[in-house]
């Protein structure tokens, strides 16, 4: 059984490339699901164990067009078949040149309660009885599958995020950025935009509008990009905004937080705004960020 940080060397030293997320219901499967699918990961949830060979011939194909490709199953394993079903389909994995990996998620009993309460749901095993005997009932059912798993995980002492920061190093790609970051261009006249989880206004800025040669370019355009950068202002707000993401970048980190989106607005979403966006993009790209461009309203004029 594989825990921690020993977990983290397993799965990239065996270069796991289809796992099979299963456990105790309430201790983590779900976010376990989404961390996998935020590191770019396939996710499957509630995938039966008989069509895990399924899943795989489709990812075999995948990869013979030259994508690369990882997998994820989060298995129910309440079905009465699913140990029958179970190892027959795993090898099928391995014979296709996978390499399976099992991980269960476990958490005590006592944990395991208080979070069936907390969400006031019924164990999906407990009956007509007490959520304690669902709990124990799905203990005893899971014992053996629980001594195959390659990595077991305790959830008891974890919430949402805190699980989310010890799967990510199981199954992130080593040393890639912890944060993608949307630098999304808008007009105002069109309306803020609603996911922005922050909003800058470069009205401050003189606008490229007045001047004729520049009213039929965009931000994208050299000489607007010059114009709106070299104002006095300019510089000092990109600086501003760069130091300002260094603290947020890491409070992401340590929040399990992988995307956000910092909206760059002017009159119209043309000139201002993405010209500034264009440059925040190359500003902020680093190893712990990965900027991605979208003008949500440029040609709408």
Request: with cysteine; charged share 25%; net charge negative.
């Amino acid at each position: 059984m594989t825990e921690g940080a020993n977990a983290v060397a397993q799965v990239h030293s065996q270069g796991a490339d289809f796992v099979i997320v299963t456990g105790m219901s309430g201790a983590g499967r779900t976010t376990t699901a989404n961390v996998m699918e935020d590191q770019g990961w396939y996710v499957v949830d509630n995938l039966p164990p008989q069509l895990l060979p399924a899943m795989a011939e489709l990812g075999t194909k995948a990869r013979g067009e030259g994508q690369e490709i990882k997998i994820a199953a989060v298995v129910d394993v309440r079905s009465k078949t699913f140990f029958t079903e179970f190892e027959p389909a795993v090898q099928t994995l391995r014979d296709a040149g996978w390499t399976p990996q099992l991980v269960f998620l476990d958490a005590t009993d006592e944990a395991l309660v208080r979070r069936f309460e907390s969400v006031r749901r019924p164990h999906p095993l407990q009956g007509s009885g007490r959520l304690l005997d669902g709990i124990q009932s799905e203990r005893e059912i899971l014992r053996d599958l629980r001594s195959r798993a390659q990595i077991v995980v305790d959830t008891s002492g974890l919430n949402v995020h805190q699980l989310g920061r010890k799967i990510a190093p199981m199954f992130g790609v080593k040393g890639g950025p912890s944060l993608r970051l949307a630098l999304l261009s808008f007009g105002f006249k069109y309306g803020v935009p609603l996911d922005a989880d922050f909003v800058f206004d470069m009205r401050f800025l003189p606008n490229p509008f007045w001047v004729p040669e520049l009213r039929s370019l965009d931000g994208r355009d050299a000489a607007v990009s010059a114009f709106v950068l070299g104002h006095d202002g300019a510089g000092e707000f990109l600086d501003r905004v760069a130091g300002v993401m260094e603290p947020v970048t890491r409070g992401y980190h340590s929040e399990g937080r992988r995307y956000a989106t910092l909206a760059i607005g002017c009159t119209g979403g043309k000139h201002r705004s993405v010209a500034v966006a264009e440059a925040l993009a190359e500003r902020l790209q680093s190893d712990r960020i990965d900027t991605f461009l979208v003008h949500r309203d440029l040609g709408r004029e």
